[in-house]
């Protein structure tokens, strides 16, 4: 039942260092589009820093990707990652990571087989790093966690800044604007300034308590009966979700008659503090506990089940408070 907060750091920290990378790709990428781009570069140098750069892009997206679901802070299960639209947890903009992810797979397939496939075909295919980007960014400041602290709405309205204004700097060299820089700030401006205003707005985060003293949550877990001829021990394992996402643990030592001895833990998610202490009272489908955090401040718990079939059930109650 132990979860590891690293998990969550690896998650968040794997994920935006991602997105910057990726970032930095499709900017070096729509650069050298240009013919007169990097002409004091050798353009086998600038290809490698192009080609290493998108490796450290799937590295990252691979270890995002890995720490999520290994994380119990959320239910992520293994269809979720995969199958667009099907997260408990803001399905919109986790559906946009995992496409992102997916397109970024397809696009190392074809870079592999880069030699074999029609020239024509692979510079098309190469424009799906825009879709990339695009659902990269809208994943991040939709989904993440830190999507309303300023230092997370600096560096994305940084990248996502420098793309646009990339983009418009080649549009306009195209189209023959001189000079392309007025049209290439304005751009890259304005989608800093959307970030923002996403990140402030409408997506603003809202969080949860931090290691909250007080709160109600719903309850799921197991009991499980080991009895012997003279002892048995009685054990109960749950998760808690709602204000305080909770991992739960409750432990009985029974003699025929009387309980011998009790434990009782309560982690809470993603800070892995654990809250440890005894049983102070069961009946059948409840139990209440008390235990003290390493602060020194003290927890009361109860929690109460309904009667189920086998040793699982879902419609528990978890009430704690200090």
């Not at 960014?137 to 602290?149: A, F, K, P, Q």
């Not at 931090?210 to 109600?216: G, H, K, L, V």
Request: charged fraction near 15%.
């Amino acid at each position: 039942m132990i979860s590891n907060p690293i998990d969550w750091y690896a998650a968040r920290g794997a994920g935006i260092l991602a997105y910057v990378v990726l970032s930095f790709v499709v900017v070096l990428g729509t650069t050298m589009a240009g013919k007169k781009a990097f002409k004091r570069w050798p353009k086998f140098a600038v290809e490698d820093v192009h080609r290493f750069s998108g490796l450290l892009v799937g590295t990252f997206v691979s270890i995002h990707i890995v720490a999520v679901a290994i994380d119990s802070y959320l239910p992520f299960s293994l269809t979720s990652l995969v199958v667009p639209l099907t997260s408990v947890y803001r399905p919109l903009w986790i559906a946009l990571g995992v496409i992102a992810a997916e397109l970024l797979l397809a696009l190392a397939i074809t870079n592999h087989y880069r030699r074999r496939l029609p020239y024509s075909f692979w510079r098309t295919a190469h424009y799906v790093n825009f879709v990339v980007w695009v659902a990269a960014t809208l994943h991040g400041v939709g989904s993440g966690t830190d999507r309303s602290s300023p230092w997370f709405l600096a560096l994305y309205g940084i990248a996502a800044g420098a793309v646009v204004a990339a983009v418009a700097a080649s549009v306009a060299r195209r189209r023959l604007l001189r000079p392309a820089w007025p049209a290439a700030l304005a751009a890259g401006a304005v989608a800093s300034a959307l970030v923002f205003s996403l990140g402030l707005g409408p997506l603003r985060f809202h969080p949860k308590p931090w290691n909250a003293e007080t709160f109600n949550d719903a309850l799921k877990g197991r009991v499980l009966r080991d009895l012997g001829v003279t002892r048995g021990i009685v054990s109960m394992a749950g998760i808690g979700v709602g204000d305080q996402r909770v991992l739960v643990r409750a432990d009985l030592l029974i003699q025929p008659q009387q309980i011998e001895d009790t434990s009782f833990q309560m982690e809470f998610l993603p800070s892995g503090m654990l809250c440890l202490g005894t049983v102070t009272h069961v009946e059948a489908f409840s139990f209440n506990a008390r235990c003290r955090a390493p602060d020194g401040t003290q927890r009361i718990v109860v929690a109460s089940w309904t009667r189920a079939t086998g040793p699982e059930f879902t419609n528990g109650t978890l009430r704690v408070h200090a």
